[in-house]
């Protein structure tokens, strides 16, 4: 496609102006970093000696932590954590990025989902992670604390211009959540985008979606060798899910859109380059697409904007975000 470069300035210097509500499953990533010291005499195992601790936004919060730092922290998330000490963390960790909290609900029942990765270095070779640890309930939230999380969706949604429904299949997004999300999303006219990846079928009536390629297949039923197979897949998440659209993320090879009445986009991928972590930057596009849209974007140029949040992001280790500054840096040297 032939893209005007004024126009997508102009998307991207707007942004900041939507209010966005991510609703999905909240996890916290953990990372501790030390310096490998010895052989433990107790075990075969490596010893580290701890420098620091860094607490990162992780799974549907990622995504909200990718808005803020576009729209001058005009993001709120609803969701569940437990009543624990990671609980406090994750809150912790929202108020440091400017992350409207006041929607979550606490659970008792349920861990606050964390993912403690580990990593070790020494001065000759380079930090690299050696274990991680999941905390996690997986098994979908009771049916007292989903009459909780709807009651909060109610009153968030129309306060919001877009809502993100992320889903790590932890068990926040039940059917009834996406149901009801999804219906007040349209009795209010706003901007509704899914992450999701399986089950896609179940997401009726939204904006988009921006499934990646093997989730794409699987949920198509076939491979996707070609062009033409992308234009069927993206055909049939259209009518099974009855979006305005479907953006396709193939890794390496770019991104497709697909419209209704046969309209495709092919976007290949900007500013190509050694990829060194691709952790979370389906957040961020799913972030920054989701703030496009509603910032008044035509759909490829939604994707086109996350297309270089995204090449931005992965240059950097564990879950990142981007700037409209350096978004604007990157357009001007495509």
């Known amino acids: 496609m032939n893209i005007d470069k004024e126009k997508l300035v102009s998307y991207i210097r707007k942004l900041a102006e939507p209010k966005v509500l991510v609703i999905g499953d909240m996890a916290l990533d953990e990372m501790i970093y030390g310096d490998a010291e010895r052989i433990s005499r107790e075990a075969p195992v490596l010893i580290l000696q701890h420098t620091y601790t860094k607490l990162i936004l992780g799974g549907a919060s990622n995504a909200a932590h990718n808005v803020a730092t576009l729209n001058g922290r005009n993001v709120s998330v609803v969701g569940v954590i437990g009543d624990d000490y990671q609980a406090g963390q994750l809150m912790e960790t929202f108020e440091k990025a400017g992350i409207n909290s006041e929607y979550l609900i606490k659970d008792k029942t349920r861990k606050t989902t964390t993912k403690t990765r580990i990593s070790g270095s020494i001065t000759t070779s380079i930090t690299q992670q050696i274990v991680r640890v999941d905390r996690q309930t997986n098994c979908p939230v009771s049916k007292e604390t989903e009459d909780k999380v709807i009651a909060e969706i109610e009153k968030a949604i129309p306060k919001h211009d877009a809502i993100i429904l992320s889903d790590y299949h932890i068990g ?12 007040l999303a349209n009795i209010y006219n706003k901007i509704i985008v899914v992450d999701a990846q399986k089950d896609l079928g179940k997401y009726k009536d939204i904006t988009s979606m921006t499934p990646n390629l093997p989730d794409t297949q699987k949920s198509v039923g076939f491979p996707i060798c070609s062009e033409e197979d992308l234009q069927r897949a993206g055909d049939k998440l259209l009518y099974k899910t ?8 193939c890794g390496a090879d770019g991104m497709f859109v697909a419209e209704p009445d046969k309209k495709y986009t092919k976007i ?14 389906g957040d961020t596009v799913t972030a920054v697409y989701t703030l496009a849209l509603a910032a008044g974007a035509e759909p490829a140029y939604a994707a086109i904007i996350g297309n270089v949040a995204a090449s931005i992001v992965v240059r950097q280790y564990g879950c990142a975000t981007t700037t409209v500054e350096e978004l604007l840096s990157a357009v001007d040297k495509l």
């Open 172 to 183: 926040t997004l039940t059917d009834k959540i996406v149901k009801r999300s999804i219906e």
């Open 242 to 249: 009855f979006a305005k659209a479907v953006l396709i993320t």
């Open 268 to 281: 290949p991928v900007f500013n190509k380059s050694e990829v060194f972590d691709v952790t979370g930057a």
